[in-house]
């Protein structure tokens, strides 16, 4: 039997997002089914889409099927497509229905089962591919399951191996599958569908397999069976609402539970009510992952005006001690936990003041997310879960949208937690470590930690005024810098001659907007004015050792909450030379322009917008006398980064390393 192998074209690269509710945030996925392989959870959902041009434009429309996988759920990859109504013989190519699918693993093999209209024109059929991996590739049966008449496939592999397969048509039914896992085990039945008005009468069919029985009238569809204990659990969508002309019934997921796979069925009620919102319906699966049972939903948060595009969803199930499941609560925060130095969308929070609102950053890129909105000093949201354990120095990035000298902070546990964070958004001016996205509204701020938490905690945002978030991540930073205490051992230049410790006065903020202003003559009365102005300073002076050739002062500034972008940076070191040298030249660079005095002397300006280079500039040949000279340095820079590097060369350009480097007093 020939079988078809999805085509390479459609295999993509994975691509990985960390996420909240909607777990999947760059693509519609409705109906999810979660199963566990291994030590990762894998998520099988149908692929909604705008429908193309000449398809219904009110209807679902699905082309194709993505798998996406995690081990912690929060960060997910999306491992790309793995089947298409274009590459399966039996679909009609234009059909768009490729509904609520499954996966199943039996012997080390996957066997993926998907609804879609057949070219025939009759209904809806259900086929199979088969896979090596649960990420595929996928290669389709060249014919649905014989007997299958119907949508919403789903595959309960039972302890003593028998496998039973469930699906929605003509009420939800069910029938054992043979080992092949491709064919129902079981005659079939031969049955004449009644006409519908207007519709010309078809041919029988051949149909296997049972209704359930004991299953609560009114509509019902997407079944998903699973095992716990002895329990057997058929779980569905159903309308309990009335349904006729006029009405608008809404789905709500509800359950029964049997001794047996295929009953007779007890129904027990809700599992999940109907959404608020009203989106039309939901779908789910319901798994345990590393000790925990979850149940995987959807709704149509991406699209709240149309809900034939809808997005999965996550939230923990639990059960009472007779089995019974208990009913769940959507939420906006989802399940697990995510690390702190993850990117952290606390629009998705656990809970809030009652003024807190939330809407769409961008209503014309609802992928783009939301915005939480705390409107008054006092407003305050909660997110749930948030690990520090790999937190070691970090600060926190936040992106916000405040009046200017608004006050946010981030605590840990409650509104009056310890602060972890303050930041003063400052808007109408330039001061203040930001940075302005596309539209000019949104600002990305920084600031240092005030107090780190241990392990997992709850983070909460408080607001000073009117403030709107979108996220918030507590970055570590990469080791630029060693704190040098007092008394420490002398250090030495690096091999390539390197001065690696130096005392950094914390910046002072310019008003630059351009680098284009970066004359000498403009440069020469800023430096001047700094440089008269110094004795007045009182700034705080850190004495520390880079890990770098070069000096990376924009990192400097931002691990100290301050100004790092319109930055002025005073640098010194204190050279302690055995002998006297002669004939040396200093060799630098900087990002940013740069003035150098050697023993009060100038002796080197780097003029202009320039990038830094190591021996960008040369002084003219100097004497470093015999014991302790002073090597400063002022480095200025405007809407971008900056760092610097400093040497001695000797008349033939080597390095010159005899002499040691000690703490400025």
Not at 24 to 31: L, M, N
Not at 493 to 513: H, K, N, T, Y
Request: hydrophobic letters at 35%; one cysteine or more.
């Amino acid at each position: 039997m020939k079988r078809y192998l999805l085509p390479p074209l459609l295999l993509l690269l994975a691509l990985t997002a960390a996420a909240q509710n909607p777990v999947i945030h760059d693509q519609f996925t409705a109906d999810p089914t979660a199963r566990v392989f291994g030590d990762r959870l894998y998520l099988y959902p149908s692929h909604d889409i705008f429908p193309p041009e000449g398809a219904r434009q009110d209807w679902f429309c699905m082309a194709d099927y993505h798998v996406f996988s995690t081990d912690n759920l929060t960060d997910w990859t999306d491992h790309g497509v793995i089947v298409t109504q274009n590459a399966v013989p039996w679909v009609r190519t234009d059909s768009y229905a490729m509904w609520a699918p499954d996966c199943v693993c039996r012997d080390g093999r996957y066997y993926f089962y998907f609804p879609a209209a057949p070219r025939d024109g009759r209904g809806f059929a259900i086929g199979v591919a088969t896979a090596d991996s649960p990420e595929g590739p996928f290669m389709c049966e060249p014919k649905p399951i014989e007997g299958i008449s119907g949508i919403d496939p789903c595959v309960l592999l039972d302890d003593d191996g028998q496998a039973y397969i469930y699906w929605s048509g003509m009420g939800i039914r069910g029938a054992k599958l043979k080992k092949n896992m491709k064919e129902l085990d079981g005659e079939l039945q031969e049955i004449t569908m009644p006409r519908r008005e207007g519709m010309p009468e078809m041919p029988p069919m051949k149909v296997g397999g049972e209704e359930m029985k004991g299953l609560p009238d009114g509509f019902k569809e997407g079944p998903f069976a699973f095992k716990r204990g002895s329990w057997y659990y058929l779980t569905f969508p159903w309308v309990r609402g009335e349904t006729g002309e006029g009405k608008n019934p809404t789905e709500t997921l509800a359950y029964a539970m049997s001794k047996s796979p295929l009953g007779p069925w007890d129904f027990k009620g809700i599992i999940m009510a109907e959404h608020a919102d009203h989106c039309w319906t939901n779908h789910h699966s319901i798994v345990e992952f590393q000790g925990q049972w979850y149940i995987f939903y959807h709704h149509n948060d991406y699209s709240p005006r149309d809900d034939k595009r809808r997005s999965a969803r996550i939230e923990p199930i639990s059960f009472n001690a007779d089995g019974t499941i208990n009913e769940v609560k959507p939420t906006l925060r989802g399940a697990g936990i995510n690390r702190a130095a993850e990117r952290i969308d606390v629009d998705r929070y656990s809970q809030c003041s009652p003024d807190v609102t939330i809407a769409f950053v961008d209503t014309l890129r609802p992928f783009r997310g939301w915005q939480a909105t705390l409107p008054a000093k006092g407003s305050w949201l909660k997110y749930d879960g948030v690990d520090f354990s790999d937190v070691a120095d970090a600060y926190l990035v936040i992106s916000v949208k405040a009046d200017d000298n608004t006050e946010l902070s981030v605590r840990e546990k409650s509104a009056k937690g310890k602060v972890i964070a303050k930041v003063t958004v400052t808007v109408k001016s330039e001061g203040g470590p930001f940075r302005r996205d596309m539209s000019g509204q949104w600002l990305t701020l920084t600031a240092p930690l005030a107090y780190t938490p241990k392990g997992v905690t709850d983070l909460v945002v408080t607001s000073g005024g009117g403030v709107s978030v979108d996220w918030l991540q507590i970055k570590n930073r990469p080791k630029y810098f060693t704190p040098v205490a007092a008394g420490a051992a002398p250090s030495t230049p690096d091999e390539q001659g390197f001065i690696r410790r130096w005392s950094l006065m914390e910046p002072i903020a310019v008003d630059v907007r351009s680098n284009i202003v970066f004359t000498d003559s403009w440069l020469r009365a800023q430096f001047d004015e700094k440089l008269a102005s110094l004795p007045k300073q009182k700034a705080k002076w850190y004495n520390l050792d880079s890990e770098n050739y070069n000096v990376k002062l924009f990192r400097f500034a931002e691990k100290y909450g301050k100004q790092t972008y319109g930055s002025y940076f005073w640098c010194e070191t204190v050279l302690d030379v055995p002998e006297e040298m002669e004939n040396v030249r200093l060799a630098a660079g900087s990002n940013g322009a740069s003035l150098w005095w050697l023993n009060d002397e100038e002796v080197l300006l780097l003029s202009g917008d320039r990038r830094m280079v190591e021996d960008d500039g040369v002084s003219p040949r100097l004497t470093l006398k015999k014991g302790r000279n002073v090597l400063r340095c002022a480095v200025i820079n405007g809407p971008g980064l900056s760092d610097m590097c400093a040497r001695f060369i000797d008349e033939n350009g080597k390095p010159v390393t005899n002499y040691t480097i000690i703490n400025r007093k």
